[in-house]
């Protein structure tokens, strides 16, 4: 491959990169910046040869990042060899390239590697790192509270102990997946018995001959050598395997051996006297490549490639049996090479509760400085005071009361909040995938969490990017409509044909609308073609001329040939189905097919067609294969009559350019028309030409072809897009085609797709479309999925009006410049969607132009990007996700090509569709429709961020409540450092008395039901604008807990002043318990004022911690093991105080009474929206009092009018009565 290491001016270096070093060094994603890097090629640069190579680069005036690379470069390429050599029936030598065995290791842990691994992973966390410093300063004598128990501990372990045991579950189940995965047996070429015998997996090496069986599973990577062929034919070398577990795709791969061993080992004896090397590629994670050539001591040679491989974890299917030859084991094949993580993905909130924490100790820092400070004074003060011990503090006694001061106040930081967060994420995981309204009953698919630290991150989206084919579409294609020979063939239109049609409708052109929607309806449909215009049977008669008769027999033909689909014969019967690489391939053969042009089969070097009703065998002679890059394909045919045909495929801006100058002028543009045409209608595209050549020139051509084929450096070049011979070669051969049509595929839109959209728009999300579609198809599929409007203002920007950055560059702040113009004179910005090519792409995303792109991008209510490549489509992720502080994105695709962009969005969604597992295995989340992804934004995203914003921010605020009311104490005490609550009370406050309700509204609490989330998306909004959780909010909390708490130590303190029997003042430990005890009422009535819903489980869970409390300070009072004398019978002397009852009694009130205000007239003044949803629900009120468009106060007025005097009436319109009980939904 290449690097580019520029730094974004002008002059850019690129050097070459080894792939093995990249695959090795750089394995798994992440960061890919620059710098980033730059700093990991540095660090390598340790040993004595690497720095050797360094300076000498350096001494030369290399650039210091540019001597870096080239540096890693040179040392691997030494140390690795430039390619792997693997020579066959020879042990010896392949022992001695050292190759990995064939063991597989997918655990985590070992028996021995658990208890340092899991240690360190746990200590990673900050809070587990914070709590175990915290237990190791308990043990100091100077500093400790706790008479040097580190009491801490206890919590601290038992949440260590409950990951730990879902570590060990977890990995016990890959565990047992090994070892039966390395336990398997398959048959090996034993040399000193000739024959074949049963060995285990884990046995294989590279260079073992293997002889798999039909249904057999593929145990290493392998070369095909020969297969199982049919007596008295011809052998093909063709053999069927299903790739299920690679990537998802259930229709079955035909694989090929290579011909120059596919009738030469037959047998075991045949093949022990193979002679030769296989030198190959290194391991790597491309399981759709492989490049090697098999040199034989014979002199023959031949290249290697994907399709002559059988990956491991592959079937094989509808085969007797296959021999090959092992090239890749253990931790080197393919797909465990593909079993890397995901790049790892912090939550918002994450990110937040970081910040928080940080902020936080530096709080309890300051405050116990101030602790520290007011101590050494006061003892200063009072030093000579009879009950002091007289010593006047020194500096060391500020430093013992600094620390002493952080281990009365440690718990500002909840010990229990991660392990809280996880809990409550898994179990809405859980439901999360379980909501049958997510289910896809057409595929048994439901909803699959496969990261749910994002959970609520899907409430905060703010972009959305999603692929269209197979993604918005059903990616199920049609054979629609043709061109051939400047002739428009096919009537009728599509949705997005339609909705086209509508949009630009006056009123005179309706009953054009009704007639192609007349002309629909009469289509003739069979599997992969829809199909209807007479006009094309009478041409094919013969009625259009003789000359349009010979164009549709040779597009036609075209069709039938130039492509890759393979016929697959069922086992035992003589059903023959097609395996085509993508659906347009299987259309395109289908409506061949229909209209009598039926592919039969295909054998090495002959592919056969029926020819209405007459078999007709054709040699192949090379198939120039379809890439991303070259968007076309070709096949070379040489027909019974010799002749020497190029049939060519592809887009129409890469095959119109290479048509000869002599084409009839007219076709050209008649075919031109339809395909805009048909572009406009949503249709897929393809340019049909063809030529014929000599057999002089194809002879030579050829040979240097192969050459460069048979040649691994030219196909490295050409893996690494640098100039190669292999690409000059199809360029040379793909000139002066001749124009035979056009084709016109439909791909449906799915169902529930505009809806879906809309839906997504009005809740403020921008959404953007990429694809690979040409511009018009892009637009109008835009139109009829709601994305665009008419009226919507569009700014198109492509190669053909804009050829160059400083255009591109100009138009975009042109168009800016006017945005502000208007937005300025109106209301708010008239609503404008971008279309951009990939081309212009090239230049908008580079330099001062990516500027002009992101300002003008983020003013545009929608965005298409069309003709991109999956590079492009992750840079336009990272044009928002890394520019525009606090959005959140989200990228949604179902193909290999979209993992990019899945992988580089905050949240990536996968569709389990036509194209494979590949855009699930790399995302977060995975549905199987993409209308499914309104309920997962909308109603899970949005519960989830509401629920754990109030998680988060009341485990902060308990906790903040009982650490200030020690801290109070401390000041009323000469600042002594002194606690007044019992230790044993305190660890258990956390894990115990106050953690039930929390969990259960964060788990089932909902302010609407997810009907009303649906059907009033503006609900939505406050997720991206952070609402619910942010610096002011948790600040507000803050102060409250801080307040509350300082209200009720100095009102207990008061009250207790002179209250006991004997006119002394009660115990310490009795004010502690008292304060203790109002903690605990007040922050369990606080959680009540933020609750939503209420289930018969919140009151009993509410009951419970209160019980709890009781029950167990009961018992320390009475248990002296546990408590300690100062604590015997304390519970007693409490409830005789009068005081005691009338603080519990009247002071909550009075202390959350400026809370329930401050909400009280929050809601009635300024309600937010949610709130009036709810008010709306519960009153029966009209659903139109919820327009976003009246002003809060306005809002409030309507709805008191409206409210009913008496009984509520029932949102039937919205929600069934029979789903609403008290605002809460069933969760299952």
Request: hydrophobic share 45%; aromatic share 8%.
């Amino acid at each position: 491959g290449t690097l580019d290491i520029s730094d974004g001016h002008d002059d850019e270096t690129t050097i070459p990169v080894h792939k093995t070093f990249f695959t090795r060094v750089h394995r798994g994603g992440g960061d890919n910046s620059k710098a980033t890097l730059t700093n990991r090629l540095a660090d390598l640069v340790q040993t004595k040869q690497h720095l050797w190579c360094l300076c000498t680069y350096l001494v030369r005036g290399t650039d210091l990042r540019v001597a870096i690379v080239q540096t890693i470069w040179d040392v691997s390429t030494k140390n690795l060899g430039e390619y792997r050599k693997i020579y066959l029936n020879d042990a010896a030598k392949n022992a001695e390239s050292a190759f990995c065995d064939n063991v597989v290791v997918t655990s985590k842990y070992t028996a021995v590697t658990f208890v340092p691994k899991f240690l360190f992973e746990t200590f990673r966390k900050f809070a587990n790192a914070y709590f175990l410093v915290v237990s190791m300063m308990q043990v100091i004598p100077s500093i400790s509270n706790t008479n040097g128990l580190p009491s801490t501990a206890p919590t601290l372990l038992f949440i260590m102990v409950i990951d730990a045991i879902f570590a060990v579950l977890e990995d016990r189940k890959r565990h047992i997946a090994d070892a039966v995965a390395n336990s398997r047996v398959t048959r090996a070429l034993a040399k000193e018995i000739e024959q074949f015998k049963a060995i285990e997996w884990k046995d294989l090496r590279v260079g073992d001959i293997v002889k798999l069986s039909n249904r057999d599973q593929v145990p290493a990577d392998l070369v095909i050598l020969a297969v199982a062929e049919q007596p008295s034919t011809p052998p093909t070398g063709l053999c069927y395997v299903e790739t299920k577990s690679l990537d998802g795709e259930t229709n079955m791969k035909v694989r090929q051996a290579i011909q120059c061993t596919m009738s030469k080992c037959q047998s075991p004896a045949s093949l022990l006297a193979l002679k030769g090397m296989i030198q190959c590629e290194h391991p790597n994670n491309g399981i759709n490549t492989f490049q090697g050539v098999l040199h034989l001591d014979s002199g023959d040679k031949e290249s290697i490639a994907h399709k002559s491989i059988l990956l491991r974890g592959c079937t094989i299917r509808n085969t007797d049996w296959v021999l090959g030859l092992v090239v890749n084991t253990g931790q080197d094949t393919k797909i465990m090479m593909n079993n890397t993580s995901t790049p790892s993905k912090m939550s918002s909130m994450d990110v937040s509760i970081n910040r928080y924490i940080v902020a936080l100790v530096c709080v309890l820092f300051v405050c116990c400085a101030v602790g520290a400070t007011g101590s050494v004074l006061w003892e200063t003060k009072n030093s000579h005071t009879w009950y002091i011990n007289g010593k006047t503090p020194s500096q060391s006694s500020w430093v013992v009361m600094f620390f002493y001061f952080f281990l009365l106040m440690y718990q500002f930081i909840p010990i229990s909040l991660y392990v809280s967060m996880t809990m409550v994420k898994h179990v809405q995981s859980m439901f999360l995938q379980w909501d049958v309204q997510m289910y896809h009953d057409d595929t048994d698919t439901p909803a699959l969490v496969r990261t749910m630290s994002l959970n609520e991150e899907l409430g905060q989206i703010s972009y959305i990017f999603s692929d269209k084919t197979g993604t918005l579409t059903c990616n199920i294609m049609e054979f629609r409509k043709c061109s051939i020979g400047g002739v428009s063939y096919g009537h009728g239109t599509t949705e997005i044909g339609l909705a086209a049609q509508q949009r630009a409708a006056n009123d005179g052109s309706f009953s054009a609308i009704a007639e192609e929607k007349h002309h629909s309806t009469k289509a003739k449909c069979v599997p992969y073609v829809n199909f209807d215009g007479v006009e094309l049977y009478e041409h094919m008669a013969g009625s259009g001329g003789a000359d349009q008769q010979e164009r549709i027999h040779r597009f036609f033909l075209h069709l039938a040939i130039c492509h890759t689909v393979i016929p697959e014969y069922r086992q035992g019967t003589t059903e023959v189905t097609l395996s085509a690489s993508s659906p347009d391939e299987q259309a395109l053969v289908s409506g061949a097919a229909f209209f009598g042009y039926e592919f039969i089969n295909r054998m090495p070097g002959k592919v056969s067609v029926r020819v209405r009703g007459q078999d007709v065998q054709y040699e192949l002679l090379d198939v120039l294969e379809f890439s991303s890059a070259r968007k076309r394909m070709s096949t070379v045919v040489k027909t019974p009559d010799g002749d020497i045909l190029v049939l060519t495929k592809g887009a129409d801006v890469v095959v119109f350019e290479r048509l000869k100058a002599q084409n009839d002028a007219q076709m050209v543009t008649h075919t031109t028309q339809h395909i805009n045409s048909f572009a406009a209608e949503g249709l897929r595209t393809l340019t049909i030409a063809s030529k014929q050549v000599d057999a002089t020139f194809y002879g030579e051509w050829s040979g240097r072809y192969h050459d460069a084929l048979n040649n691994l450096e030219e196909m490295d070049k050409q893996k690494s897009e640098l100039p190669n011979a292999i690409d000059e070669c199809m360029e040379e051969l793909e000139t002066d085609l001749d124009l035979l049509g056009a084709t016109a595929i439909e791909d449906k839109l799915q169902a529930g797709v505009p809806a879906t959209i809309a839906s997504l728009a009005e809740a403020g999300i921008k959404i953007w479309v990429l694809t690979g579609d040409k511009e018009e198809t892009a637009i109008n599929i835009g139109f009829a999925c709601n994305l665009l409007h008419s009226r919507m203002r569009r700014v198109v920007i492509n190669s053909t009006l804009f050829d160059s950055a400083q255009k591109i560059e100009a138009e975009l702040l042109l168009q800016v410049a006017v945005l502000c113009k208007e937005g300025s004179s109106a209301d708010e910005f008239v609503d404008v969607a971008l279309v951009i090519d990939g081309d212009s792409l090239i230049h908008a995303l580079r330099g001062s132009c990516r500027t002009a792109l992101l300002e003008f991008s983020q003013l545009c209510k929608a965005v298409i990007a069309c003709r991109v490549s999956p590079g492009q489509k992750a840079e336009m992720v990272a044009l928002i996700k890394d520019n525009i502080p606090g959005v959140r994105t989200l990228a949604i695709g179902d193909g290999a090509n979209d993992v990019p962009m899945i992988q580089e969005a905050h949240v990536g969604v996968g569709i389990s569709g036509q194209e494979g597992l590949q855009a699930v295995n790399a995302s977060d989340y995975a549905i199987a429709r993409f209308s499914f992804l309104g309920r997962l934004i909308l109603v899970h995203g949005r519960w989830n961020y509401m629920r754990m914003s109030q998680l988060v921010l009341y485990m902060f605020y308990k906790n903040i409540m009982l650490t200030a009311a020690q801290y109070t104490y401390t000041w009323m005490s000469g600042f002594s450092g002194q606690k007044f609550f019992l230790e044993s009370i305190v660890q258990l406050y956390n894990v115990l008395f106050t953690s039930y309700p929390i969990l259960c509204l964060a788990i089932l609490d909902q302010d609407v039901h997810d009907t009303m989330a649906v059907n009033f998306p503006k609900l939505y909004v406050a997720g991206p604008q952070n609402d619910l959780l942010n610096a002011a909010v948790f600040s507000a909390w803050v102060a409250s807990a801080l307040g509350e708490s300082v209200a009720i130590t100095l009102t207990v303190m008061w009250s207790f002043r002179d209250s006991s029997h004997s006119s002394e003042s009660p115990g310490m430990w009795l004010v502690g318990n008292v304060v203790f005890s109002l903690v605990m009422v007040v922050v369990t009535i606080k959680l009540t004022l933020f609750q939503n819903s209420w289930l018969g489980i919140n009151v009993v869970l509410y009951a419970i911690s209160i019980l709890l409390w009781i029950s167990i300070a009961t018992i320390a009072s009475n248990w002296y093991l546990v408590s300690g004398w100062p604590w015997m019978d304390m519970m007693a002397s409490m409830s005789c105080l009068v005081p005691s009852w009338c603080l519990l009694l009247f002071a909550p009130i009075t202390f959350l009474l400026p809370t329930y205000v401050c909400k009280a007239m929050k809601s009635e003044l300024y309600p937010e929206y949610n709130q009036l949803a709810m008010e709306v629900a519960t009153f029966g009120l009209p659903l139109d009092l919820l327009a976003w468009n009246y002003a809060p106060s306005d809002r409030r007025q309507r709805l008191v009018h409206h409210k009913p005097n008496g009984n509520a009436r029932k949102l039937s319109s919205v929600i069934p009565v029979s789903k609403r009980r008290s605002m809460t939904v069933k969760i299952l």
